[in-house]
């Protein structure tokens, strides 16, 4: 004969402490009348007496200590990985970075064509630009893949890039001339630009 689930019910909600006086008095009765189910009360009471001690023991001081020595060493790209994902704001910035850096590096390679920022009080021949003498550019000049030649006066800045810059004797510049033929000094003289432009939109 099976014994009612409403035994096991009772059996359960005994142990939970919540059982009321008359279903600890069917269970009871129940226990008397069979062996089985008295049998499996006993293991349920063993079981959590165990669990309750159990609960109180503490583990020795070094005990954590020792499991770390035991486990197997962490690979270098989970180490990594698990960096990555509790910084993502560094990530980010370091990806941006990156393709910046390589957008950049990769520009410097592609030639193009020649090109000149000013074009007033300038003489243009093939691909070299001609402050002539008795002239004042006012403002920067920026030639791109050509050279230019400094006769008269520029009040600004004078960057060559893939190029060469040619001073005459007579020949003045108010700002900063600067010759770009190396990828470094690429990436520089763009960080520079990006950087002055974020500051003029910021004014």
């Given at each position: 004969?099976?014994?009612?689930?409403?035994?096991?019910?009772?059996?359960?909600s005994?142990?939970?402490?919540?059982?009321?006086?008359?279903?600890?008095?069917?269970?009871?009765?129940?226990?008397?009348?069979?062996?089985?189910?008295?049998?499996?009360?006993?293991?349920?009471?063993?079981?959590?007496?165990?669990?309750?001690?159990?609960?109180?023991?503490?583990?020795p001081?070094?005990?954590?200590?020792?499991?770390?020595?035991?486990?197997?060493?962490?690979?270098?790209?989970?180490?990594?990985?698990?960096?990555?994902?509790?910084?993502?704001?560094?990530?980010?910035?370091?990806?941006?970075?990156?393709?910046?850096?390589?957008?950049?590096?990769?520009?410097?390679?592609?030639?193009?064509?020649?090109s000149?920022?000013?074009?007033?009080?300038?003489?243009?021949?093939?691909?070299?630009?001609?402050?002539?003498?008795?002239?004042?550019?006012?403002?920067?000049?920026?030639?791109?893949?050509?050279s230019?030649?400094?006769?008269?006066?520029?009040?600004?800045?004078?960057?060559?890039?893939?190029?060469?810059?040619?001073?005459?004797?007579a020949?003045?510049?108010?700002?900063?001339?600067?010759?770009?033929?190396?990828?470094?000094?690429?990436?520089?003289?763009?960080?520079?630009?990006r950087?002055?432009?974020?500051?003029?939109?910021?004014?």
């Amino acid at each position: 004969m099976e014994c009612p689930k409403e035994i096991v019910l009772l059996m359960h909600s005994y142990f939970d402490g919540d059982l009321q006086p008359e279903g600890e008095q069917q269970l009871k009765e129940h226990l008397r009348s069979c062996a089985a189910c008295a049998a499996h009360f006993h293991e349920l009471k063993k079981t959590v007496a165990f669990l309750q001690y159990a609960a109180h023991v503490a583990a020795p001081p070094s005990f954590a200590a020792k499991v770390m020595e035991a486990m197997p060493k962490e690979r270098k790209t989970a180490r990594l990985r698990r960096f990555l994902h509790r910084h993502p704001l560094l990530t980010a910035a370091s990806l941006f970075l990156a393709l910046t850096l390589g957008s950049l590096a990769s520009s410097w390679g592609e030639r193009g064509a020649f090109s000149v920022s000013a074009d007033e009080h300038v003489i243009i021949r093939d691909h070299t630009v001609i402050v002539p003498k008795g002239e004042t550019v006012k403002g920067d000049i920026v030639v791109r893949n050509g050279s230019i030649r400094i006769e008269g006066t520029v009040d600004g800045d004078v960057t060559v890039i893939h190029g060469k810059k040619y001073m005459a004797s007579a020949g003045q510049v108010t700002g900063e001339v600067e010759e770009i033929n190396q990828v470094f000094e690429w990436i520089w003289y763009n960080i520079k630009e990006r950087f002055n432009r974020a500051l003029q939109s910021i004014e």
